[in-house]
């Protein structure tokens, strides 16, 4: 008889104790709690042939999207690649999907995820694997559809199905459906009240809503489920930090960044990410946040992932000019347009999106608001192309809405406040805005 997982997949290996430790390593990624990894080593080194195993170790490094974790995943790769006689078929799908983005093609590499999930649609590893493979490419509708996809093989009773449907509110948050999209996140969490991810996405809605109160209330009720020992814990504190700036309370965002979102050195990429774009932000408003770039900016200089990634260099780049560092933004530069000269689905990442978008904020640094406006206006287009949220993009807009200002360009900046103004209600923040874009932007020009 073969050997089962907790939802009836066969695996490879008939280690009672290991298969035990691989379903908890599972659960521990699905709600982004505690050690997975941990956990999976401990597995692997009682039973080095489950291929299944060294599968989820290498969708741990995948969902990262993290350069710095590159030789851990070629060791998955190669440890899996090795089982393949003994490996049964989806294990085999899940190492070549594995390799793929090892390999640069993150595009095939998501799509190899894609397929699995949709042969296999219990295979849980499989779906949040292409889902956050997804968010790291950009491709919103995929956010939504290919949890909807496997959503009918699904009911309650089966592990893990709350995650399902916090991934599914997130996919419908990120294409406009707010409010089916927060209707799943609170079903994700009357099943699950400890599920970040489906925090995080009724987070999003409430932010792409213009809601600010609902939104600080709503994170602030929930805080003891995301805040402790949770991979996505600076995440939502950054989203809690932006309702603060909308609101106007940079003081808020101030303490907020200090106690948690700023960590301690080595940070992992999501995390740098979150802290570069809050303080870039608070720099777009005119706030000094004094020494807190010189940590940042070194803990990027430092990890050698340059040119793995074009999303996380653009954020690199914003530390490095809010450190003063133009020569480090500079060398960024060179490696973004490393890649977008090379192969691969960073290769069209950095060339369509991150090469345009450094370029801009390199020029913003340096009071040419007009190269910056040059930029951003085509890549704002297409810069899904490059990954993140439309939360996380919003940075692009507002450092094309700021140059606008400080360029005296009334008419480009009137038009970009009024399209920003159609989304969403009106708020402190977007006041101040519109007021400076009425004003002409003379004040701003000499700001």
Same mark, same amino acid.
């Given at each position: 008889?073969?050997?089962?997982?907790?939802?009836?997949?066969?695996?490879?290996?008939?280690?009672?104790?290991?298969?035990?430790?691989?379903?908890?390593?599972?659960?521990?990624?699905?709600?982004?709690?505690?050690?997975?990894?941990?956990?999976?080593?401990?597995?692997?080194?009682?039973?080095?042939?489950?291929?299944?195993?060294?599968?989820?170790?290498?969708?741990?490094?995948?969902?990262?999207?993290?350069?710095?974790?590159?030789?851990?995943?070629?060791?998955?790769?190669?440890?899996?690649?090795?089982?393949?006689?003994?490996?049964?078929?989806?294990?085999?799908?899940?190492?070549?999907?594995?390799?793929?983005?090892?390999?640069?093609?993150?595009?095939?590499?998501?799509?190899?995820?894609?397929?699995?999930?949709?042969?296999?649609?219990?295979?849980?590893?499989?779906?949040?694997?292409?889902?956050?493979?997804?968010?790291?490419?950009?491709?919103?509708?995929?956010?939504?559809?290919?949890?909807?996809?496997?959503?009918?093989?699904?009911?309650?009773?089966?592990?893990?199905?709350?995650?399902?449907?916090?991934?599914?509110?997130?996919?419908?948050?990120?294409?406009?459906?707010?409010?089916?999209?927060?209707?799943?996140?609170?079903?994700?969490?009357?099943?699950?009240?400890?599920?970040?991810?489906?925090?995080?996405?009724?987070?999003?809605?409430?932010e792409m809503q213009g809601r600010l109160d609902d939104g600080i209330n709503w994170l602030a009720s929930h805080r003891e489920d995301w805040a402790e020992d949770n991979m996505l814990a600076v995440h939502n504190w950054w989203h809690l930090a932006l309702f603060e700036l909308e609101q106007g309370d940079t003081d808020a965002v101030l303490a907020l960044y200090d106690a948690h979102v700023c960590r301690p050195?080595?940070?992992?990429?999501?995390?740098?990410?979150?802290?570069?774009?809050?303080?870039?932000?608070?720099?777009?408003?005119?706030?000094?946040?004094?020494?807190?770039?010189?940590?940042?900016?070194?803990?990027?200089?430092?990890?050698?992932?340059?040119?793995?990634?074009?999303?996380?260099?653009?954020?690199?780049?914003? &530390?490095? +000019?809010?450190?003063?560092? =133009?020569?480090?933004?500079?060398?960024?530069?060179? /490696?973004?347009? !490393?890649? #977008? *000269?090379?192969?691969?689905?960073?290769?069209?990442?950095?060339?369509?999106?991150?090469?345009?978008?450094?370029?801009?904020?390199?020029?913003?640094?340096?009071?040419?608001?007009?190269?910056?406006?040059?930029?951003?206006?085509?890549?704002?287009?297409?810069?899904?192309?490059?990954?993140?949220?439309?939360?996380?993009?919003?940075?692009?807009?507002?450092?094309?809405?700021?140059?606008?200002?400080?360029?005296?360009?009334?008419?480009?900046?009137?038009?970009?406040?009024?399209?920003? &103004?159609? +989304?969403?209600?009106?708020? =402190?923040?977007?006041?101040?805005?519109?007021?400076? /874009?009425?004003? !002409?932007? #003379? *004040?701003?020009?000499?700001?």
């Open positions: 008889m073969a050997t089962v997982d907790s939802r009836g997949l066969e695996v490879s290996t008939g280690n009672a104790r290991s298969l035990e430790q691989f379903d908890a390593a599972l659960h521990l990624f699905n709600g982004y709690y505690g050690d997975p990894l941990a956990l999976i080593d401990e597995a692997l080194a009682e039973a080095p042939d489950f291929a299944m195993g060294h599968a989820l170790r290498a969708g741990l490094v995948v969902t990262s999207g993290d350069g710095t974790a590159a030789p851990m995943l070629r060791e998955s790769v190669e440890a899996g690649e090795a089982l393949h006689e003994g490996a049964n078929e989806r294990e085999r799908r899940h190492i070549a999907a594995a390799r793929a983005w090892l390999d640069g093609s993150f595009t095939r590499a998501i799509e190899r995820y894609g397929d699995i999930a949709i042969d296999y649609p219990l295979d849980l590893l499989a779906v949040q694997v292409a889902h956050i493979g997804d968010f790291l490419l950009g491709q919103s509708g995929m956010l939504r559809d290919r949890i909807a996809q496997v959503l009918p093989h699904w009911d309650a009773e089966m592990p893990g199905f709350s995650y399902l449907l916090g991934m599914h509110a997130f996919g419908l948050e990120e294409t406009q459906f707010y409010e089916r999209a927060e209707d799943r996140g609170r079903s994700a969490l009357d099943l699950n009240p400890r599920d970040p991810w489906a925090i995080h996405a009724v987070a999003h809605v409430m050195a080595p940070a992992i990429a999501l995390d740098l990410v979150d802290a570069s774009a809050l303080l870039w932000r608070l720099h777009l408003r005119g706030v000094d946040a004094g020494a807190r770039w010189q940590p940042l900016a070194s803990d990027w200089q430092t990890r050698g992932a340059a040119g793995y990634y074009a999303f996380n260099d653009v954020h690199a780049i914003m &530390a490095s +000019l809010g450190a003063g560092q =133009p020569e480090a933004a500079a060398e960024l530069l060179a /490696a973004l347009l !490393g890649a #977008a *000269a090379g192969a691969g689905t960073n290769a069209m990442m950095a060339r369509d999106v991150g090469v345009p978008v450094a370029e801009a904020l390199i020029a913003f640094e340096q009071g040419d608001y007009d190269t910056t406006i040059e930029r951003l206006m085509p890549a704002r287009l297409i810069a899904s192309r490059f990954g993140g949220s439309h939360a996380q993009r919003d940075v692009i807009n507002l450092t094309l809405i700021e140059a606008a200002l400080r360029a005296g360009r009334r008419s480009l900046a009137q038009a970009l406040c009024a399209e920003r &103004a159609a +989304l969403r209600p009106m708020n =402190p923040s977007l006041r101040r805005l519109m007021h400076r /874009a009425d004003a !002409g932007g #003379a *004040a701003a020009a000499r700001h």
